[in-house]
């Protein structure tokens, strides 16, 4: 069993210690967004692609220290969410000024960049088959278009969802047929087809990332 990974092919990044206690990672606005602009289309209403920065020891998300735009005299700084989440305005102003977007993580870790496909809203509390079911096909064309022309013959099929929880390590999600989804290392993952047509999903808590889950063939 495994989460989707999606990877950036051309993607313009680099990295270099740039200060005793911060890695820097450097990006071109344009590379970001050629694939943030899928979020604008038809069809991607309740996900999204999120950029993040993952432990490449532990797996778990590296904090953003600090984050900014620059292009000779003008600079903004970025956001990031609670979840440790890059987050990047959508302009075509910017893609066509293209400036440089530098990123910080502690250099202490090696932080991977991650681009990943996610529900725009966390899952909370009783969760319904009908609500699994609407997301699924969202987070199949929005794989497939990242993936660009003949994806969809490539691309598997999502199947379910990869639930993942800030500060919770071990746990459970109880189904309403009785059946029991165990919690490891935050995460878990959840057939479509173990929470059946009609049934529910019990959250134990409001989760920080939703992924797509595809079984392993």
Known sequence: MKAVKVALLGLSLAATSIAVNAQEYR?????LYSQMKNNAKEGHEEVKVGFF????LSQQLCPIEKAWMEKEEHYEKLKSSQYNELLIPL???LKSANPLVFVHTPK??????SMVVMTKKPLQGEVNF????RLLPQMQVMLEDLGGMFASWFTPTVEGLTLEFDGLKEGS???S???VIDIYGGKAQVLLSEIGEGGS?????KTSRVLPYIPAE
């Open 108 to 113: 202490d870790r090696q932080c991977d960049f």
């Open 130 to 133: 009908e609500d699994v079911e």
């Open 91 to 93: 302009d075509k102003n």
């Open 173 to 175: 999600i109880n189904l």
């Open 177 to 179: 047929n009785g059946k």
């Open 53 to 56: 920065f993952v432990d490449a």
């Open 201 to 205: 999903m019990t959250l134990p808590r």
């Open 27 to 31: 990006f071109t606005y344009s590379k």
